[in-house]
Every structure is written in structure tokens, then in C-alpha cells.
């Protein structure tokens, strides 16, 4: 039965860490998932995380599953960092999943039953489990133009052009709330003004991934973009992934939030939302959710969490600086000047696919094949031998 099964392709993200692990190069670098790393190339445990662990292990009283939409402190925690007072609460459903990937799951399995005329728009380039997840789920994608032909900024016209051109009233935009993976180019504050008279103009329903709250400006700054389309819409779906600015990647720490024009509306939507989840995983782990309740639900807990985001978001402020002088300092002659533009932990560096293959072989340096370089996988301590390398590929 098994006998005409065909290998499937592996993740083309993932798969590069599998090779990067087998490499005997004592100067590799892994500059391709999406994770942060400190100076050494480990993904720490914030130290905000371990003290809720401990607080939880002494006071967890049940191992008893939690309710379909999860654990309703961590809910409303939630509502309160992604909203803040743009929202009445009894307008918002917050529903608990397994990570921003299970949140993207839901939404796409409520379009596809819920919503079934709906098309999807995402941008292109995106993360490339967008367009896997609402083919999986059978909900219909098309895409928007995002990056300029410069391969460096956005191309604002041209987005707001398709969509003026293209969509139907109704269909779903799928935006990045903030550190567009995989460019890191995001629309600035006027841009999202002009994002949102489009939505409003077109009667699109946005699909904002919020994967990365807290990497580009700030946990506050972050949220503008999503904040300015809720003026000019009274219906939305968020969703948001803590895996990143708590640093809970294994723990499948994520929701799917939706905004409806009430909340008689809003409690239609929190049943169907939750039959969604029924049929997929049933209910979401406790682990994850409780150690960022515990977190935000305690203010020196919270205060601790801010520092800790923000000298992760320095760290890679930094890294961007050294880089680009540093490749200034080779004499390449190529300006990496844009990066200091962009935010989060991806940039498009504009390496080449065969630049790319060469800085592998000969340097172990590991990327992905697009040229999307993760920003927090560089150490200044190899900063000097990454750029040299990147110089000599470009030569
Ligand atoms: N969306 C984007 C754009 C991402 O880069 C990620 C990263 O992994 C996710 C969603 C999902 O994150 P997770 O499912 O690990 O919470
Ligand atoms: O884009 C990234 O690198 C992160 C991590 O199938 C990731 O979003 C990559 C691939 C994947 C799941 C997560």
C-alpha cells in the first residue's frame, strides 16, 4: 500500500539546519531559519521564561485539558498586547492555538467553510507555508506585487494597484503586521494609511500575520500598521505567534484573533472558530500559554520580558550596522546600506542562488536559496569572515 509512495521535497528552510548540523567547518554559520541566536549561535530561554516555569511547576495544580479556545487569561492577554484600546473587547474573539501556524490552520479552515466565495491575496514574495497552508485547507490565493524591482523596498503603487485592479469585494489580504518575512520590508506608517483606504475602498477583509511583535520598532510600534487598518474596517483576523519575542518556539505558543462589527457577530464567529479547532487538535497545549499568562499577568514579570525583548531587537539592530560596515570595509563596492532600512530578522541581501550554493561549499556559510539572509545568525566575533566571504562571491 505504501509501495507507490513518492518522497516528498523537504521544508526548503528547515532541510538547509539539517545540513548545517552535519557540516565540519569550524566557522559555519547558519544565517537561515528563522530563529534568534545569541553571539555563540544558541537560541537562549529568556531568563523571564525560566522564573514563570518555576512559578508554574510549584502552582500547577491539573494537567486536565484546557477548553477548546484555550486558557482565557492568556486570551485576554493576548487581546490587550495585539489590540490595545483600538477594539471593544466584546467585538474581539481571541482563540488559543499552537502556534502562529496553527492560528494561520484555523483561519484558513474557517475561510474555506465560513467564507467560501473568498480568495486569498498575499504578497509576493511571502513565507512560504502561506500559500502551503490555504492550498492545504482549499481556500483559493492569488498575489499582490510587494517587492520593488530593486529587490530592496516596497513597491507601494504597484501593491495598491493590483489590488485596486484585481481583487473582489470581499476576498481576504493577507498582510504582515510588522518585519515582512522574507524581505524585511515593511510599509511605513503613511504606506499603511494608504494600505488600509484600499481595504476599506475594496471591502477586503485583512488576514494580518503577526509573527514577529516586538523585533521591529517595539512592541507598541509594531502594532501601528495593524492599528490603522482597524480604523477603516470593523471586521479582521489576527494572527499572532509568540514564538519569536518570547522565545517559545517548541512550546507552540500562537492565536487566531477575529474582529467582528459586534458582538452578537463576534459570538457566531467564536463557535464556528472553535468547531474549527475540534476537528483539528481538539485543544491547545497548556505549557506555552500558561508561561506567558504568568508572564503578563505579573508586571515585574512583564517589565523583565520588555528588557529582554528589547535587547534581542538591539542585538540585531546591531548586527545589521556591522555588517554593513564591515562590507563597506571590504572595498566589495556593493552598498548593503538598505538593511539599515529594514526590520526584523530577515533581509533580502541579493545574493544570487549560485552565490548562495558557493558560500555553503567553500565557506559553510548556510542561506537560503533566495538570498533571504536571517540577521540574528550572525556573531560579531565572525562578522569580519562573513563579510570577506560574502565579498568574494560577489567578486
Ligand atoms: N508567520 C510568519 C511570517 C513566520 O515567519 C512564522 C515563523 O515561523 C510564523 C507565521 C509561524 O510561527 P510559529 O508557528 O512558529 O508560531
Ligand atoms: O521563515 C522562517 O525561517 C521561520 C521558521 O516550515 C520556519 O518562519 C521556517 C519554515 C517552516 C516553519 C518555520
Given at each position: 500500500?505504501?509501495?507507490?509512495?513518492?518522497?516528498a521535497p523537504?521544508?526548503?528552510?528547515?532541510?538547509?539546519?539539517?545540513a548545517?548540523g552535519?557540516d565540519?567547518?569550524?566557522?559555519?554559520?547558519?544565517?537561515?531559519?528563522?530563529?534568534?541566536?545569541?553571539?555563540t549561535?544558541k537560541?537562549p530561554?529568556?531568563?523571564?521564561?525560566?522564573?514563570?516555569?518555576?512559578?508554574?511547576?510549584e502552582?500547577?495544580?491539573?494537567?486536565?485539558?484546557?477548553?477548546i479556545?484555550?486558557?482565557?487569561?492568556?486570551a485576554?492577554?493576548v487581546?490587550?498586547?495585539?489590540?490595545?484600546?483600538?477594539v471593544?473587547?466584546?467585538?474581539?474573539?481571541?482563540?488559543?492555538?499552537?502556534?502562529?501556524?496553527?492560528?494561520?490552520?484555523v483561519?484558513?479552515?474557517?475561510?474555506?467553510?465560513?467564507?467560501?466565495?473568498?480568495?486569498?491575496?498575499?504578497p509576493?514574495?511571502?513565507?512560504?507555508?502561506?500559500p502551503?497552508?490555504?492550498?492545504s485547507?482549499?481556500?483559493p490565493t492569488?498575489?499582490?506585487?510587494?517587492?520593488?524591482?530593486?529587490r530592496?523596498?516596497l513597491?507601494?503603487?504597484g501593491?495598491l494597484q493590483t489590488?485596486?485592479?484585481s481583487?473582489s469585494?470581499?476576498?481576504?489580504?493577507?498582510?504582515h503586521?510588522c518585519?515582512h518575512?522574507?524581505?524585511?520590508?515593511?510599509?511605513?506608517?503613511?504606506?499603511?494609511?494608504?494600505?488600509?483606504?484600499?481595504?476599506?475602498?475594496?471591502?477586503l477583509?485583512?488576514l494580518?500575520?503577526?509573527?514577529?511583535?516586538g523585533f521591529g520598532?517595539?512592541?507598541?510600534?509594531?502594532?501601528?500598521g495593524?492599528?490603522?487598518?482597524l480604523?477603516?474596517?470593523?471586521?479582521?483576523?489576527?494572527c499572532?505567534?509568540?514564538?519569536?519575542?518570547?522565545?517559545?518556539?517548541?512550546?507552540?505558543v500562537?492565536?487566531?484573533?477575529l474582529?467582528a462589527?459586534?458582538?452578537?457577530?463576534?459570538?457566531?464567529?467564536r463557535?464556528?472558530?472553535k468547531?474549527?479547532?475540534?476537528?483539528?487538535?481538539?485543544n491547545p497545549p497548556?505549557?506555552?500559554?500558561?508561561i506567558v499568562a504568568t508572564?503578563?499577568?505579573?508586571?515585574?514579570l512583564?517589565?523583565?520580558?520588555k528588557?529582554?525583548?528589547?535587547?534581542?531587537?538591539?542585538?540585531?539592530?546591531?548586527?545589521?550596522e556591522?555588517?554593513?560596515q564591515?562590507?563597506k570595509?571590504?572595498?566589495?563596492?556593493?552598498?548593503?546600506?538598505?538593511?539599515?532600512?529594514?526590520?526584523g530578522?530577515?533581509?533580502?541581501?541579493?545574493?544570487?542562488?549560485m552565490?548562495?550554493?558557493?558560500l555553503?561549499?567553500?565557506y559553510?556559510?548556510y542561506?537560503?536559496?533566495?538570498g533571504?539572509i536571517n540577521?540574528?545568525?550572525?556573531?560579531?566575533?565572525?562578522?569580519?569572515y562573513?563579510?570577506?566571504s560574502?565579498a568574494?562571491v560577489?567578486?
Amino acid at each position: 500500500r505504501f509501495s507507490h509512495l513518492e518522497t516528498a521535497p523537504p521544508d526548503a528552510i528547515l532541510g538547509l539546519s539539517e545540513a548545517f548540523g552535519a557540516d565540519s567547518n569550524p566557522n559555519k554559520l547558519n544565517l537561515s531559519v528563522g530563529v534568534y541566536k545569541d553571539e555563540t549561535g544558541k537560541t537562549p530561554i529568556l531568563e523571564v521564561v525560566k522564573a514563570a516555569e518555576k512559578k508554574i511547576l510549584e502552582e500547577e495544580a491539573t494537567k486536565g485539558y484546557l477548553p477548546i479556545e484555550g486558557s482565557p487569561e492568556y486570551a485576554e492577554d493576548v487581546r490587550k498586547l495585539v489590540f490595545g484600546d483600538a477594539v471593544a473587547q466584546d467585538r474581539t474573539v481571541v482563540v488559543q492555538t499552537p502556534g502562529g501556524t496553527g492560528g494561520l490552520r484555523v483561519a484558513a479552515d474557517f475561510m474555506r467553510t465560513q467564507l467560501p466565495q473568498v480568495k486569498v491575496w498575499m504578497p509576493n514574495p511571502t513565507w512560504a507555508n502561506h500559500p502551503a497552508i490555504f492550498m492545504s485547507s482549499g481556500v483559493p490565493t492569488e498575489t499582490y506585487r510587494y517587492l520593488a524591482d530593486d529587490r530592496t523596498s516596497l513597491d507601494l503603487d504597484g501593491m495598491l494597484q493590483t489590488l485596486r485592479e484585481s481583487a473582489s469585494a470581499g476576498d481576504v489580504i493577507l498582510l504582515h503586521g510588522c518585519c515582512h518575512n522574507p524581505t524585511g520590508i515593511d510599509p511605513s506608517g503613511d504606506d499603511w494609511k494608504q494600505i488600509a483606504q484600499v481595504v476599506e475602498e475594496k471591502k477586503l477583509l485583512p488576514l494580518i500575520d503577526f509573527a514577529y511583535q516586538g523585533f521591529g520598532d517595539g512592541i507598541e510600534q509594531d502594532a501601528v500598521g495593524l492599528r490603522t487598518i482597524l480604523q477603516h474596517t470593523d471586521e479582521a483576523l489576527v494572527c499572532s505567534s509568540f514564538s519569536k519575542n518570547f522565545g517559545l518556539y517548541s512550546e507552540r505558543v500562537g492565536a487566531i484573533c477575529l474582529v467582528a462589527a459586534d458582538a452578537e457577530n463576534a459570538t457566531a464567529a467564536r463557535s464556528q472558530l472553535k468547531r474549527t479547532v475540534r476537528t483539528n487538535y481538539s485543544n491547545p497545549p497548556r505549557h506555552g500559554a500558561s508561561i506567558v499568562a504568568t508572564i503578563l499577568g505579573d508586571p515585574q514579570l512583564t517589565a523583565q520580558w520588555k528588557e529582554e525583548l528589547e535587547s534581542m531587537r538591539q542585538r540585531i539592530t546591531r548586527l545589521r550596522e556591522q555588517f554593513v560596515q564591515t562590507m563597506k570595509s571590504t572595498g566589495s563596492g556593493h552598498d548593503f546600506g538598505f538593511l539599515l532600512r529594514q526590520r526584523g530578522m530577515f533581509s533580502y541581501s541579493g545574493l544570487t542562488p549560485m552565490q548562495v550554493d558557493e558560500l555553503k561549499s567553500k565557506y559553510g556559510i548556510y542561506i537560503v536559496g533566495s538570498g533571504r539572509i536571517n540577521v540574528a545568525g550572525m556573531s560579531e566575533s565572525k562578522m569580519q569572515y562573513f563579510c570577506d566571504s560574502v565579498a568574494s562571491v560577489l567578486s
